[in-house]
Nanobody, 125 residues
């Protein structure tokens, strides 16, 4: 079992930037594909980004391509989500997630096996 703890969420104005962090413990972090998902008020959980254990292959949902960047530091057991040009529609609880299913890069919610508690991101217009 892997434990995931997110941080970095806060209130930010539209057009601003945030960097979310997720610290992992438990299983061998470098064996895990990782990712981020989000849940906006009244909506279902949505896949945002995924990254392979090597860090060199990533995937994004279309609405964040060119604005968000996922990365990882295997030496520090941490995954990041750099969010630029934020929009009010990015407002959501952001969840860090891990995949122990042996897949290359997560691309959907069902690819993840473990979840963090979430961090709130609010983008004001």
């Amino acid at each position: 079992q892997v434990q995931l703890v997110e941080s970095g969420g806060r209130l930010v104005q539209a057009g601003g930037s945030l960097r979310l962090s997720c610290a992992a413990s438990g299983l061998s972090f470098s064996d895990l594909a990782m990712g981020w998902s989000r849940q906006a008020p009244g909506k279902e959980v949505e896949f945002v980004a995924g990254i392979a254990w090597t860090g060199d292959v990533t995937r994004y949902t279309d609405s964040v391509k060119g604005r968000f960047t996922i990365s990882r530091d295997n030496a520090k057991n941490t995954v990041f989500l750099q969010m630029n040009s934020l929009k009010p529609e990015d407002t959501a609880v952001y969840y860090c997630a891990a995949s122990s299913y042996g897949i290359g890069v997560p691309k959907k919610i069902s690819d993840f096996s473990s979840w963090g508690q979430g961090t709130q991101v609010t983008v004001s217009s």
